[in-house]
Every structure is written in C-alpha cells, then in structure tokens.
C-alpha cells in the first residue's frame, strides 16, 4: 500500500469525487432501506404479530392468488379447519376498512380486525361483549380516545375496553372488535355471507404443529374446505398495497446497489487504464503481480470502507431525527448496516473485475521511449 | 557479479514470417565492468536489454544473472530476480507521479518486501550520491529532466544490483548533462561493483566505457579486447 497511499492522497480531487459519489449512493440506499422497513411495518405488522403460522383463504387457488379484500370464509370452512389433523388452533379473522370516530369530531381510516374474544388471536379478552372494541396504540392517538371512552365504528358506538399495541394494516391504525361487531360493521359479502353460524369471518388463522405431514395434511383440508392456505410470510402478498410497494422499492434498492458497482468498476477501470505505465514500470522493477494487485484492491477498499461508513452514519443520523415524526422509518442494524455490507461487497466486486487488467499490463513497455 | 549472454536469438513475430532482433549474440559483462552498446536505430539495442532484464524470453540461447540462468524460471521468481539482483535505468525516467524522489528509492525496499520506511537512510545517501541531497523530499514534477534521470539511476541502485542496464539515458539532455550522466554511471558502476551494460546514441558518451559493442541487424560485434 506504500503507492496506493500516496496515490489516494496526490490524487486527491478524483478519489474525493468517487468518494462523495459512494458517501450519497450509502446515504440513499440507507434512507431507502429505514423507509422500505417502516412502510412495510405500517404495511403489515397486525398480520406479522399474529400468533398463527398459516393463514387460509376462501376459495380455491386462483390466477391472481389469494387476497385480503376478496376473500370471506364461513363457519363451516372454519369448523372443517378447527377439526383438521395437524392443526392446533384455528381462529376466524375478519378484516375491514372503515372510518373510525370519537366524541371530539376526531376521524381517522382504521383496519377493524374482528376476532373471537379469548380466542388469543388478537388482545380481545374473554367476556367482552359485542359493544367493545381494543384500540392499537395508533388508532388512540388518532382518535384521541383512551379506555372507557367511547368510539364510533362506521356509525356504531362501541365502548374503548383497552389500548393495546401498535398493530397497523395497509396503513391504518388496527381496531379489534369481538367478531360479532365486527360482522355488523362490515357484513361478509358474497355466496358465504349467508351462512351465519356466528363465525363468518375474512380468513382464517392457523396454527399447525409443524409435523413433517404438515404440508399434506394442510393441502387435504384445503380440498374439503374449499379453501387456499399459504404460510403467514407468503400471506403479506395478499395485502395488495404492500406487495406494489415494497415491489417499487426494492427494485429501486437493487437498482441503487447496481448503479453504485457500476460507478466503482467505471472509475477504477479509468484509474487503473491512467496507472498502466505506473504499473509497468514498477513490475519492470520486479514488483510482483501479487502485491500490485493487492495494493490496487486495498486502495479500492479504504475508499469503498470510508465512504461507505460516512454515508451510513449520515443515513443512521438522518433516519433517527426523522423517526420520531410521522415519516415511517425504522433504524435498525439490519436496515442500515446490512446495506453498507450490499454496497462495500458490491463495490469490491466492481472494483477487483476493473483492477484484474493490471495482470495483462506487459512490463516490457516501461523500456524504451514511448510513454 | 556478472551477466552473460550465450548465443542469444530473438525474434519478433512480423506478418507472416519473423524479425530477427537478436541474432545469436554473446556477450559477458563482468562485475565492475561497463560496458557500451551503440548502433543505429532498429539494430536491436533495446532488444539485447530487454533479454537481459528477464522482459522479454529469446527464442535460443541462455542468460546468465549474477550466475543465476534465467531460462525456464517462473515469472513470479523472475520478477524476484529482477528487485534483487537487476537495476533497470530507464530511457523515461519513469518516476511514480505522488512519490518524492525518496520515496521513489523507498518502493524498491517496499516491492521487495521489506518496510520502506527502514530504506529511507539508504534512499537518502544514494540521492546523495547522485547529487541530490536538497531535492530528496521533491516530486518528479518539481524536478528537472536531469535530476530526474539521477532519481532514476539512484532508483536503480538500491536493491544493491549485481548488474545494472541502462537504455539512452542522456535522449532527454542536453550534451552536458548527459556527458554528466554517463560519467555517474561510470562512477558508480566502478564504486558499486555491478556489470553494466549502457546502450547510447551518442558515441561521444562512450569514452567513460570500458569496451565499446556495435549492434548492427541483431548482431553484436565486440571489439578486440582493448586495455
Ligand atoms: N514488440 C515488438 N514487436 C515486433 N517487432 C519489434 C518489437 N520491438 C522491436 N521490434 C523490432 O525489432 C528490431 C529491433 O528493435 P529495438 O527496439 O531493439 O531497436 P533499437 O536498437 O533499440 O532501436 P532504437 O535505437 O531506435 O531504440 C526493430 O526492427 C524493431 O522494429
Ligand atoms: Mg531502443
């Protein structure tokens, strides 16, 4: 590294250029990874914090695949699940989208998510009765409304029993009602709607016992069901906001993170091609090619490491001024170091595919006069 | 100390056929010895030191380093025989840009793995050597042609070479400076011990040498042994 010191430092200009180039690449990826992750929690967290590991659809499986706001299952689809072998709970979910009001004139859009009180899908105690609803942390906020208080669902009064969690859905703050509120604010729909049984609900919650039969046993009852069942991961892309999303802004992450090696390969290509004679000469003095290459990648790397260092703590210092706010933004490790990792790795990459033509540099041409 | 070259023939692949650059020449430089190399242009100057510095591999015939033959060596053990026992001054000066005319010495102890920093008294007394005492700490840019072309020569010898090629070092001075130049080399390959081969131009730099070599077409033709 004695050369690729003193050239980082003669040639200054350039290597900051490349440098701030690395630092707001960082800083963009990092920005783009708290947002991706704080969307994605508004986006999904009420399914994400649901204690069951599959979750069954009404109808058999379709081109679109299976959504939130299509399907509607009845009591008997849930009574065939809640007696299937391998599955240790079943728990009807009904979902819906509705305006949600309190006392003062407040207003907001809220997920209402009805489940069976004591049925331990959501913090509905046992014993609530059907004019009770528990708000999420979210939801209070918006509605200024605290326990006791009392809160409109879609133009029924329902008594704030707790506040609990910060469970949101597609954006919106969750309220969970016993199941039987829940149908009254939002009637199922469709063929099933008429099968009361009490348990009409959007979808069902399982809990399986994760035996190696799992899977078929799932896919029979599935058949008798008539149902689709996929596991809770494959479920967020029911959610038809989150998948467009989070589809958008991964592809401009991985676009970011292609750029970014592009840049670093483009630049040391252009640094290594201007060092040819350099290079020349000293193997002409008997440097090893070896050493010349590891110097070149080293120097890559103070490069890469530096500015990748000072644009994620740039990114870590702007996502936690921010992540007080109303901007969604989540500061963890995984969503601001786990990037820098993507682009130093990357950006090496780039870097040793550009850096390999010093093996091909003929020493020879450090002789005679043409330089 | 020494460098010899047996029978040596190079060709260069021309169109269809070959160009013979080298054609069976010999030559024996021995420690201490200086040796000059002219002949017009095309002769095959550079050719016979690029042989000698392990650059470029003859088609026959064998060298000879410090009693070290180089055939059949692998690059990596050929690049180590060139920082140990083989300094090369360029006809450039070809000095790394960022590098101070120190640091230029430095790279020498840095390329054969040893810490640069260690070489600096060394680096240091070479530049002295070559009169450039004040201008260890300048960059190739702050330097002129001629003290560039010593940085050059010093650079050369600090791996303590048994054997030491020149190619044209004066092309880019004038008759002063270069005469000034030879006369360095001269000097320093009497004070130094190493077997120098000094491919010039000018036959009025030849004088400080001990034997003159005249190649012409790839052939080389020594001189009948003077004093
Ligand atoms: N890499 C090469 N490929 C093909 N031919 C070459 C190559 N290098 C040199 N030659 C040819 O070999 C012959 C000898 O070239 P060389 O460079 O050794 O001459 P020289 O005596 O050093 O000339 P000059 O005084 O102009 O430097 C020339 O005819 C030249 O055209
Ligand atoms: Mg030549």
Partial sequence: MFVAWRDLRFAKGRFALIGAVIVLITLLVGMLSGLTAGLARENVSAITGLPADRIAFDGAEGDGGPSFS???????QWREWARAPGVESAEPLGIATTKAGAGDGASTAVSVFGVRPGGGLGPVPEGVGDDSAVLSEGAAEA?????????????????????????????????????????????????????????????IALTTDGGPDT???????????????????????????????????????????????????????????????????LKALGASTGTLLRDALGQALVLLVGGTAAGTAAAAA????????DVPFVLTPGTVLAPAAVMVALGALGAALSVRRITSVDPLTALGSAR | M?????????????????LTALDRVSLEVPGGGLTA??????????????????????????????????????????????RSRIGIVFQQPNLLASLTAAEQLQV????????????????????????????????????S????QRVNIARALMNDPAVLLVDEPTSALDHERGAAVVDLIARLTRGQGTATVLVTHDRAHVGAADRVAEVFDGRLRLPAATG
Avoid: C
């Fill in chain 1, 143 to 203: 509605l200024g409304a605290d326990e006791g208080d009392s809160v409109t669902l879609a133009s029924r009064e329902l008594t704030v029993a707790a506040v609990r969690g910060d469970a949101s859905f597609s954006h919106t703050p969750v309220v969970w009602t016993p199941l039987g509120a829940w149908q009254d604010i939002a009637p199922p729909s469709g063929p099933s709607g008429g099968d009361g049984g009490g348990e009409a609900a959007t979808v």
């Fill in chain 1, 70 to 76: 299509d399907s509607a299952v009845t009591g008997s």
């Fill in chain 1, 318 to 325: 702007l996502g936690a001024a921010v992540s007080g706010s």
């Fill in chain 2, 145 to 148: 042609g001629g003290q560039r």
């Fill in chain 2, 37 to 82: 190399v002219v002949g017009p242009s095309g002769s095959g100057k550079s050719s016979l030191l690029a042989v000698a510095a392990t650059l470029i591999r003859p088609d026959s015939g064998s060298v000879a380093v410090d009693g070290e033959r180089v055939e059949g060596l692998a690059p990596g053990r050929l690049a180590e025989l060139r």
């Fill in chain 1, 215 to 281: 899977d078929a046993a799932v896919a029979d009852t599935d058949e008798r069901a008539g149902t689709t069942t996929v596991t809770k991961a494959d479920s967020l892309a029911a959610i038809g906001s989150y998948t467009s999303e989070n589809g958008s802004l991964q592809l401009m992450r991985g676009f970011l993170f292609a750029i970014s090696a592009l840049v670093i390969g483009a630049f040391f290509t252009v640094w290594t091609i201007q060092r040819g004679p350099d290079v020349a000469v």
């Fill in chain 2, 108 to 143: 020498m102890a840095q390329i054969s793995g040893r810490p640069p920093r260690r070489a600096r008294p060394r680096a240091l007394e070479l530049l002295e050597a070559v009169g450039l005492a004040d201008q260890a700490e300048r960059r190739p840019h702050q330097l």
């Fill in chain 2, 2 to 18: 020494s460098l010899e070259l047996n029978d040596v023939t190079l060709t260069y692949p021309d169109g269809d056929g070959r």
